[in-house]
């Protein structure tokens, strides 16, 4: 299944290379044209039958969140910084895997016997060490250097209604991005189909796409934060696993362009597909980018809600999946998409 | 003539991403006053005035047509609305005051299941226990009326008090007045000069990262509202006073006047004997920012005009130093000297 072969690749921020390979062989023979840029985005091109100078850009992330090795203590244990958003609270006990060569280790923190007061505060950063089990500075530095990807041992699991695994933000978008691709009719205008690096850090990679290719408009497919936990007032969840994927009007740095919001509503109306309003504002995504790079291009955002995003095990469900993709092919094939730009 | 311009512009609702409806206004205002106008692909209204000259400079101003507002989040059970803000808006702010989804007005209010919440939440307003009445029923009757993603403002109107202009949106329909008014009277000149309606500044100018992409301007001069030094117990190391004329900007948080910008600005005004004041702004940005860093950069400045309760309904600024900063932006751009 392409969806659990996606997220069990590790590829945090910077480090999208094994991602990239494995989405380049996949989808050898269904584009027209592959390219990969200099800061290691790859883009898919379906070519249309009457472009007209007419394309879109559909994007996804391949980047996840993950963790960096910054020294060494001692007694060989490692510390670390967060790449990207990391809450440190849902990483003791974690397990981990660190470097080229994947060497198993565990987040360690302070035993609940120990704690007292700081039972309540989050674990700081500079008390987080990731354990390999060298015993000592000089063993673990032949193994492991500064700058060492760690990644979430999370193998990807099929409950019965939800997928439990890592890095659904956004290898689901990645993997629904492949499924367009793979399933479209043709159309008229070109479809760019980008893989894009770095979104986690600060929406880095994505304006490198624009330097090759200037697309009529762009959907971004992300993965989004559900909320729907007891500790947050109903009122305030963002999204609510199963009831479809969750559509953006606003996010950090961006009010999604108003016209390609009306066409996402009116395809998932028109295909009856269930679908929702994002609660909440919060959080950016590479539209936020695109609308600022070179002359600007436009966007629309559709999510895959996810609990637990962020963290080393996320659930996101089935048919908020599925639904998500149905939309996501509805939208790449309609030419009102495109046409909106013009009135 | 400028009065009638700025109440009829802060009249109308047009927040982040959704300037469409101020846009129009603006292009019926400038009808016959221009050669031509565009919009770009993410939304700002371009218009232009080509220079005589056999090789013209090409010389930028920016309003920002955007204005801070809401954002419909949830509808609750009972048709109580749930909203985010769009920009910079204070929660404190609108306590009490009355916001507008498309014709229907709402109460914004704050939960509080006892006294004690109540004060607790007054001293620490957030978006997570306010809540906008617009009078509905039920949940059915407020969907029929508005939709979660539907954008709002403030209900506020526009008074003249002495010589004071107040309403909602002087940021930065002030610019808008502003340009518009320098195209209204500007003669054949040297220079072509651009005026961009530019779109969702208050996000994170997003419109003028892009807007001068295609165009190229010789330099970009933002026009836009800044802080005030003149009421009681407010902004002591800065000294920003409205009625004493435009600011000239040297530095915000987000960019540094370009030097050049900055003396054209300063010799035009003591040529002309205009009132000026120079500004540096401990706090904030303009879309100067965004024009210095489009493509190879462009030469980049700010005019503002002095604002009290800047991003509340009720903003205040000097009718002289607007008329001032018309003044001042109509002798620029007709030079050809620098």
Redesign the interface.
Known sequence: MDLQALCEINGASGNEEKVREWIQNRVQGMADHLTQDPVGNLVATKRGKNPAGKSLLVMAHMDEVGLMVTGYEEDGRLSVMPVGGVDPRVLPGKKVVVGKDALPGVIGYKAIHLQREDFSTPPKWENIRVEMGFGKKEDCKKKVKIGDYVHFYSPFEELPRRFLGKAFDDRGGCALLIHALEKMSPVDYDVHFAFVVQEEIGLRGSGAVLKQFRP??ALIVEGTTAGDNPEL?K??WSTILDQGPA?S??Q???????RL?DVILGTAREHAIPFQ?????VGGTDA?RL????????GGGINIPSRYIHSPASVISKKDYENTGKLLLALVQNKKYLDV?EG | MLKETLQRLTAISA????E?PVQQAILQELEGVIDGHRL?????LVVWKEGKGTHPKKILLDGHSDEIGL?I??I?EKGFL?V?P?GGVNPLTLLGTMVRFGDYPGVVAFEGETSEELSKNFKHPSY?ILFVDIGATSKEDAENKVQ??Q?GTYVSSFWEMGPMWVSKSQDDRVACAIIIEVFRGLKACENTVYGVFSV?EE?????S???A??IHPDIAIAIDVTANSDTPKTFKRMDLQLGKGPTIKIKDRASISDAKIVDLLESTAKQNQIPFQFEVLLFGGTNAA?YQVTGPGIPSGTLSIPCRYVHSPHEMVHQSDVENAIRLLSKVVARSDW
Do not use: H, W
Request: glycine letters at 16%.
């Open positions: 009529t408009c007032e009122a305030r559509i009007y606003l950090g740095g961006y009010a999604l362009d108003t919001l309003m994002k609660g909440r504002t936020s609308a600022r790079t070179y002359s600007g291009i436009p730009m | 927040p982040s991403g959704r469409k770009d692909p993410v939304g700002n954002v989040t949830r609750d749930r985010d769009v997570d979660v993603g954008f969702q996000v994170g100018l997003v419109g990262s892009v807007a992409f295609d965004g």
